[in-house]
């Protein structure tokens, strides 16, 4: 009897054991082969390639973790191979899956109070893949035999240099980290293959307890290279540790040459997106950028962007949205950020005028002081050089970027057309109504975008035809997606204006950043207190924008668009010209060239684009403001308060009359609505009086030249009940 209890207990031994035996080959999932991991694997960051394929710029797009490139042990430095394989599995070269005599020694230090875990690379591998067996608060006897199951069974189907690829890619390190590459990145500032050896103990250290404390992960490093604590070398792992780890994972600058671009269209973890960029007109672009920036170095020039359009499609072939390190505000992208766009938006005005017919690139534009009142005051325009030239051409006018012409211009077709004008052209940065902007917006008093102000001129190079910029090549524009948004009449005669370096001469010289040896139409613009400055303009084939200021909104100092922005625009020009055989514009159907003669000589005769119809053969400036005397004080519509702390007849107004040449108007007279007469031969000083007033300038005859409207507010009348105000 005791034989068959003894023989039953023994046989359901063995069939227990025979039990256990089996299941220990017996993984608890699947093995799946190291390519399927791979393929699985997302890196954090995202690339952005131009349209060759080649990286530009890499953006960190997952934030919850941080991974890098999936690297190979081919890729990492035998000093971290050797540190890792020395702290977690000494024998990791020896065993199948599982190391029995650690596994063992593990066992006893967990009863005896240790905290050593035993788990081979392979085991570490098997819970990185399945994150189930590695469940937070599961570390008893049954989760490891489930690891140590799942150990074996990969080492049957897996080489030892997978399993170590594997290893190296899905182990956890500090906080986000995970897999070698990205922390040696982001602790250490290198690729994984630099790693030296206190490098890579300090990295090895981290896996057991990743985020213990700095002591104690310097500690073990020191003991991982069997170094005493003092020693030169341990003192240097403990520096490393405390400025490696102490404040985490080092936040990524944002670098690479594309970085704003890959930052708006980059979205998920892993992705390699083709755009439309091309890297080498966007590594010229960014190097020719930061030389000039440089440059200007003591003028107080921090920042720049620039952008490249193809014309025929859209495409973004360069987007540079900061001067990078030059700058405080690397981050900021100064191709989408709002700056005001000084006289770029001149040549659509003037395209505007042409179109209406209401001029003609040969009309005589009067270039002399103006006021214009606005319902926010008195607007007074100068032109950049406190001068002017009296009669000039429409195309002189443009040229040269005269601002007082302009003026004029706005106010012949109307602030609320030129308004309606610009958001034809995709001005959505005007998000207050036309009267908002009033006359302002012919020198541009409005904030834009680079982007916007380029593609606008891309309209220009295309005929009036108007279509949205395209970032990817498959995000090919439809034809119905464009518009026609002025005719290609007026966009043609205003392109020839802008290429023609004798008309710009009055102000550029004939020689300048703008004078280009092919056909490029270009326009500069300069915002006020030279807070911005900007060049932009086209070829056949492209059209490039350039802006230089500082995001900060501090003036420059003495810097221009012809000094500041032009040079960058004309060097990157030049650069996509390369190569490409100059080509004749063709004019569209509708124009007229006809030869034109100054009855004045104000300017020579040449050969001039009209709209079929309004061309003429003589241009004869009859009653042109500039070449009359005119009322300059005061000014139409003004309003003069006077101040009652100051004595009566201590306050005058100044009464003046000037021609255009600034000579005095000889024989002639102001004249009030009362009936008051004062010589106009001199300024003179007229003690004001409370109320609204007239005053024309009449000659010796008595015939009227000039008539003003003014308004004297803050005197009382002796025995009126009229209050002062201030």
Request: some cysteine.
């Amino acid at each position: 009897m005791k034989r068959r209890i003894l023989l039953a207990l023994a046989g359901g031994t063995l069939v227990t054991a025979g039990a256990l035996t089996l299941s220990m080959f017996i993984a608890p999932y699947p093995v799946v082969p190291l390519d399927s991991v791979r393929a699985a694997w997302r890196a954090s960051d995202a690339w952005l390639l131009d349209r060759h394929g080649e990286p530009l710029s890499r953006v960190r797009v997952d934030h919850q973790r941080r991974r890098g490139d999936w690297i190979t042990p081919a890729e990492v430095s035998p000093a971290f191979v050797a540190a890792v394989l020395a702290a977690e599995d000494r024998r990791f070269h020896a065993h199948a899956g599982v190391d029995w005599p650690g596994m063992i020694g593990a066992f006893w230090q967990t009863l005896t109070g240790g905290r050593r875990g035993g788990s081979t690379l392979t085991m570490q591998v098997a819970a990185a893949v399945h994150p189930k067996l590695a469940r937070s608060g599961a570390r008893d006897v049954l989760q490891k035999w489930r690891q140590m199951r799942q150990a074996l069974a990969i080492e049957r189907s897996w080489r030892k240099d997978e399993v170590l690829e594997a290893w190296l890619n899905l182990t956890p390190f500090r906080g986000e980290l995970e897999g070698t590459d990205a922390a040696a990145r982001a602790l250490f500032g290198k690729r994984a293959a630099g790693l030296d050896r206190s490098e890579s103990a300090l990295l090895a250290s981290l896996v057991r307890a990743p985020n213990a404390r700095l002591v104690q992960v310097a500690r073990r490093a020191c003991a991982l290279l069997a170094l005493g604590v003092d020693s030169e070398e341990c003192l240097l792992i403990q520096s490393m540790a405390a400025q490696g780890l102490r404040h985490g994972p080092a936040r990524h600058a944002i670098g690479g040459d594309a970085p704003h671009l890959a930052r708006r269209l980059l979205s998920a973890p892993g992705q390699r997106l083709v755009s439309t960029l091309d890297a080498r007109v966007q590594r010229f672009a960014v190097e020719t950028l930061t030389r000039h920036l440089h440059e200007l170095n003591g003028r107080q020039v921090e920042d720049g962007a620039l952008l490249v359009l193809d014309n025929p499609t859209g495409e973004i072939i360069a987007w540079v949205g900061s001067s990078g390190g030059l700058s405080n505000a690397g981050e900021v992208d100064g191709v989408t950020a709002r700056r005001q766009a000084g006289s770029t938006l001149k040549p659509f005005l003037y395209a505007l005028a042409i179109e209406k017919q209401l001029l003609t690139a040969a009309s005589i534009l009067d270039d002399s002081p103006l006021a214009v009142t606005t319902p926010a005051g008195l607007y007074v325009p100068q032109n950049y050089d406190h001068s002017f030239r009296g009669s000039v051409s429409l195309r002189q006018s443009l040229a040269s970027s005269l601002n007082v012409p302009a003026v004029r211009t706005v106010t012949l077709v109307g602030h609320e057309a030129f308004y309606r004008q610009l958001k034809g052209l995709g001005f959505d940065t005007l998000d207050r109504d036309a009267h908002h902007y009033s006359y302002a917006l012919a020198l541009g008093g409005a904030d834009v975008t680079l982007l916007q102000l380029t593609n606008a001129y891309r309209t220009l190079a295309n005929g009036g035809w108007s279509g949205a910029v395209v970032t990817t090549p498959t995000a090919q524009t439809r034809d119905d997606e464009g518009e026609q948004v002025m005719t290609a009449q007026a966009a043609f005669i205003v392109g020839d204006i802008l290429a023609d370096p004798a008309a710009r001469a009055l102000t550029f010289g004939l020689a300048s950043p703008l004078a280009t040896r092919y056909a490029a139409s270009v326009k500069t613009g300069t915002s006020k207190d030279m807070r911005d400055n900007w060049a932009v303009g086209y070829s056949d084939r492209y059209t490039v924008g350039v802006w230089v200021g500082n995001f900060s909104g501090k003036p420059m100092h003495d810097v221009s668009g012809v000094t500041g922005a032009a040079p960058v625009w004309r060097e990157v020009m030049d650069f996509l010209q390369q190569g490409v055989e100059p080509a004749q514009r063709e004019p569209p159907e509708g124009l007229v060239r006809q030869r034109v003669v100054y009855a004045d000589g104000s300017e020579p005769a040449r050969e001039e684009w009209f709209v079929a119809g309004t061309e003429t053969a003589t241009v004869t400036p009859v009653g042109s403001m500039a070449g009359r005397p005119r009322i300059e004080s005061p000014a139409n519509g003004a309003i003069y308060a006077v101040d009652p702390d100051i004595p009566r007849d201590r306050q005058r107004l100044t009464l003046r009359a000037r021609a255009a040449a600034r000579t005095a108007a000889r024989g002639h007279w102001f004249e009030f609505d009362d009936g008051t007469r004062l010589r106009a031969d001199a300024p003179q000083l007229w003690p004001p009086t409370p109320g609204r007033h007239e005053m024309a300038l009449v000659d010796a005859q008595g015939t009227e030249i000039d008539r003003v409207r003014f308004e004297v507010r803050g005197l009382r009348r002796p025995g009126s009940g009229l209050a002062s105000s201030r």
